[in-house]
């Protein structure tokens, strides 16, 4: 794991920036395509100014989420539909290039199509993101995988239903640690002080907490910290 200690939101974005540019570049290099995952949250600010400025051939990303809200796509709490409004028109990046979650169903349904869709693109159940763009909660909580859930003991599916959610709003589905921990890459960007206690639980104390869990493989590990959330380190 490397922690990556930044002075403030702004060099969060830029050191961001930075990784994603060199491991999208080695990814369509290497493999002619570059598999990433999305969260919501306050990783959506960091991706909207940062990934514009990307030097890239748009045309070959896959875009999909770590967890999504199950709410109307014009719904302010729609991590797609933020991406839409807020990237998309900023980017070369299409709506075709998302991987996102049928309108209309249940958790647990749009959890299974979310599934179904994402086998076609990784042309299987092996679902082997380049990178995962990953919060953490003041909770502790990555992906709609919240501390305490029965939902982290999760093995047998790869994206999992959630109507109990402790954030709102409850219905989500989320990539399991079975997904998570098959990445290539994970970043977390982790900014301010209400961050400052659970970052310091999870990686000075070393607390068993959802964000602590994530620990690929075969793969790289990235905490990116500003000064506020780094504080009691
Ligand atoms: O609800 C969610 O929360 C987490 C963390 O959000 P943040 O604003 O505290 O960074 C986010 O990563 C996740 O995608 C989202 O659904």
Redesign the pocket.
Known sequence: MTTIKVNDEQEIINKLSSYIQKISSDSIHNRGKFYVGL?????VKYLCEGLPKLDTDWSKWVLAF??E?VVPEESEDS?FGIYKRQLIPRTGLKQEQFVTIKQGLSAEEAAKDYADKLKLVFNGNNFKFDLLL?????DG????LFPNHPLLDEIHLNVAAITDSP?PPPARITLTYAVVNEARNCIFTIGGSSKAEMVKRILKNKEDLPAARVNPVNGSLYWIIDEAAAALL
């Open positions: 969260s919501g949250g306050s990783v770590c967890d809200r991590t990953l919060g953490m909660g003041p909580h990555t992906c709609s954030k």
